[in-house]
């Protein structure tokens, strides 16, 4: 939050690319969801499996409804898991870049742009590492039993 507003941010990540990162001042799940992931959906075709952190805002009815009339296939995906799902240590690497910063951003406008400075600065080899890594932290974390596994 800063100065007591805060923003949405969606961006979508694969081998070899991403999408734009999309900063929205207000909306709902639904209106940010629809244009974003659909196009991404169409840049991806068949392959297409979409993830979401299943964040109660993002199973609700009407984004379950969303996705199924625009027939996107959502991954299962075990709640708030951060180790298992790529994207958040996305954002804690663009967290731990904007703390670094010698300004850091203490205005919504500066945190937007920090932000898109951020994320096209992003190493993509970073992106992709942490995708090939999927398969070793699912081993991990089965072999835990579900419990913290180290990364």
């Given at each position: 939050?800063?100065?007591?507003?805060?923003?949405?941010?969606?961006?979508?990540?694969?081998?070899?690319?991403?999408?734009?990162?999309?900063?929205?001042?207000?909306?709902?799940?639904?209106?940010?969801?629809?244009?974003?992931?659909?196009?991404?959906?169409?840049?991806?075709?068949?392959?297409?499996?979409?993830?979401?952190?299943?964040?109660?805002?993002?199973?609700?009815?009407?984004?379950?409804?969303?996705?199924?009339?625009?027939?996107?296939?959502?991954?299962?995906?075990?709640?708030?898991?951060?180790?298992?799902?790529?994207?958040?240590?996305?954002?804690?690497?663009?967290?731990?870049?904007?703390?670094?910063?010698t300004?850091?951003?203490?205005?919504?406008?500066?945190?937007?742009?920090?932000?898109?400075?951020?994320w096209?600065?992003?190493?993509?080899?970073?992106?992709?590492?942490?995708?090939?890594?999927?398969?070793?932290?699912?081993?991990?974390?089965?072999a835990?039993?579900?419990?913290?596994?180290?990364?």
């Amino acid at each position: 939050m800063y100065g007591g507003r805060g923003i949405l941010v969606w961006g979508g990540i694969m081998l070899g690319s991403r999408t734009d990162l999309h900063i929205f001042d207000v909306g709902t799940v639904n209106e940010i969801l629809l244009p974003y992931v659909r196009l991404f959906r169409g840049a991806m075709g068949l392959q297409f499996l979409f993830m979401d952190d299943n964040a109660p805002c993002h199973r609700t009815v009407l984004v379950e409804q969303l996705l199924e009339s625009e027939d996107i296939e959502r991954m299962d995906w075990p709640a708030r898991s951060p180790d298992l799902n790529p994207i958040e240590h996305v954002w804690d690497f663009l967290g731990r870049r904007l703390a670094a910063r010698t300004l850091p951003p203490v205005t919504i406008r500066e945190l937007r742009v920090a932000l898109q400075d951020e994320w096209a600065a992003m190493p993509q080899q970073l992106i992709d590492t942490l995708i090939l890594s999927m398969g070793r932290r699912y081993e991990t974390c089965l072999a835990v039993r579900g419990d913290h596994i180290p990364y």
